[in-house]
């Protein structure tokens, strides 16, 4: 079974940077791998994801523009590059994938998720 373990949250800065791993016991082949984040007492919502095989990548409107989802195919490993940090992107950041290649915003959509990583935003 995919495990997924995300790794790089933290302290961050107004208008700063952070990157996020998700690394998997196994390649991303023909699946879509998303980022998905929640804040304190707010539902999960999905932030970027990526699917190699389509050569597709997708944000929602609230990262759009600063978040960059990346894969390495060769490390089992989905990036998140996230600059110019904004307070409501504090929360738990987690890794997810399903058994299709094609992304969606839905998370009972994704099979396999990490435990994800917590960012914290820092005035």
């Known amino acids: 079974q995919l495990q997924l373990a995300e790794s790089g949250g933290g302290l961050a800065q107004p208008g700063g940077s952070l990157r996020l791993s998700c690394t998997a016991s196994?390649?991303?082949?023909?699946?879509?791998v998303a980022w998905f984040r929640q804040a304190l007492g707010k539902e999960r919502e999905a932030a970027a994801c990526?699917?190699?095989?389509?050569?597709?990548?997708v944000y929602s409107d609230s990262v759009k523009g600063r978040f960059t989802i990346s894969a390495d195919g060769a490390k089992n490993a989905v990036y998140l590059q996230m600059t110019n940090l904004k307070p409501e992107d504090t929360g738990v950041y987690y890794c997810a994938s399903r058994t299709r290649a094609t992304c969606s915003r839905d998370e009972n959509d994704y099979q396999y998720w990490g435990r994800g990583t917590q960012v914290t935003f820092s005035s």
């Open positions: 990526i699917s190699e095989t389509m050569g597709v990548t």
């Open positions: 196994e390649g991303f082949s023909s699946r879509a």
